[in-house]
């Protein structure tokens, strides 16, 4: 990944054209909510991370262990094998080159579950379509969906996915519907809590509702 002259892009370089989340909205980012805008922002320098610590009210996935059958395939980091109220939780984004992918998003969620925290990581990177991110899930990243993001009524963002991949080294694999899932997930704020909250779902046209999570936060940037 280049700059200007063949430069290469560095640690503490100011993002080119901000953050994947501003890339992908264009001109919509104008109608988020100010304090949501601020967070999709980023901390716009790259190697900059904001850190995120809150609580879910309901967070992880019904079907606990039974995940673990599909981590032969998916890898480890996607899903959680947990499901609770009032779950401690921090988060940690990262702007960080990505190889030949570009600047990406990396991000780990920690559950702080009663037995002992769970992660979930992804890297968001930006797409040729409008609009639109790559979702690469997983610490193996094996699973890719294409996100659609938009901004609500509230000024909140949404981001919808569409389609999935599975991806075998050179190989991209188009997933069919009843092997593939369906995410959405609403980045919002409170005004009277002055917090920042999130709603998470991911399901299955087979088996429903495989992971959620809701709750508030507050963020900093390192």
Not at 124 to 143: D, F, K, Q, W, Y
Not at 158 to 163: G, Q
Not at 167 to 182: D, K, N, Q, T, Y
Request: with cysteine; charged share 25%.
């Amino acid at each position: 990944m280049t700059r200007g002259r063949g430069e290469l892009l560095q640690a503490g370089d100011p993002v080119p054209g901000g953050s994947v989340f501003l890339q992908a909205l264009g001109d919509e980012a104008r109608k988020l909510h100010p304090e949501v805008l601020k967070y999709v922002a980023g901390g716009g320098t790259i190697g900059s991370t904001v850190v995120v610590e809150g609580e879910f009210t309901v967070a992880g996935s019904r079907y606990g262990r039974l995940n673990l059958l599909a981590r032969p395939f998916v890898g480890p980091d996607l899903f959680v094998t947990r499901y609770e109220r009032n779950v401690p939780f921090r988060v940690e984004n990262t702007i960080a080159v990505e190889d030949a992918a570009g600047l990406g998003l990396k991000s780990e969620r920690i559950f702080m579950f009663r037995p002992g925290p769970q992660r979930f990581a992804d890297v968001l990177l930006p797409s040729p379509r409008p609009g639109r991110l790559r979702n690469r899930v997983g610490a193996s990243r094996r699973i890719e969906l294409e996100l659609r993001c938009s901004v609500t009524e509230s000024g909140f963002l949404r981001l919808s996915s569409e389609r999935a991949w599975l991806l075998l080294g050179p190989l991209r694999i188009r997933l069919p519907a009843f092997a593939s899932v369906r995410a959405e997930v609403i980045d919002g704020f409170d005004d009277d809590a002055q917090r920042n909250t999130v709603r998470a779902e991911v399901r299955n046209p087979v088996l429903g509702t495989v992971l959620e999570y809701r709750g508030a936060f507050s963020r900093e940037v390192l």
